[in-house]
Nanobody, 122 residues
Framework: VQLQASGGGVVPPGGSLRLSCAAS????????VGWFRQAPGKEREGVSC????????RYADSAKGRFTISRDNSMDTAYLQMNDLKPEDTAVYYC????????????????WGQGTQVTVSS
């Protein structure tokens, strides 16, 4: 049972990245998926989540209008499209899988990926 987060990198302010969260060993369509991030010296915070049936999403205020969460259950993969990136988006991004319908808290998650680094810098 594993979640693999990927797609991070170094981009200039205003750039875009698409993060992927691939599940192996279990059917991702049984779980809601969320993205969290942790910047140096800060606590991990929620960014976005999507229900298992792709009929509901939630975004942190910092992500609204810039980030889009989606999923492809046929591929056991979820995504986080991040546009108009800002230096304050710099963090390690983690994906998680949860049986909670709309899992907004870290305690809601049963599985976590290993994290992917996003750095926004000119």
């Amino acid at each position: 049972v594993q979640l693999q987060a990927s797609g991070g990198g170094v981009v200039p302010p205003g750039g875009s990245l698409r993060l992927s969260c691939a599940a192996s060993g279990f059917p991702l369509d049984h779980y809601a998926v969320g993205w969290f991030r942790q910047a140096p010296g800060k606590e991990r915070e929620g960014v976005s989540c999507i229900s298992r049936d792709d009929d509901a999403t939630r975004y942190a205020d910092s992500a609204k209008g810039r980030f889009t969460i989606s999923r492809d259950n046929s591929m056991d993969t979820a995504y986080l499209q991040m546009n108009d990136l800002k230096p304050e988006d710099t963090a390690v991004y983690y994906c998680g899988a949860s049986e909670v319908v709309i899992p907004t808290r870290q305690s809601h998650y049963e599985f976590w990926g290993q994290g992917t680094q996003v750095t926004v810098s000119s």
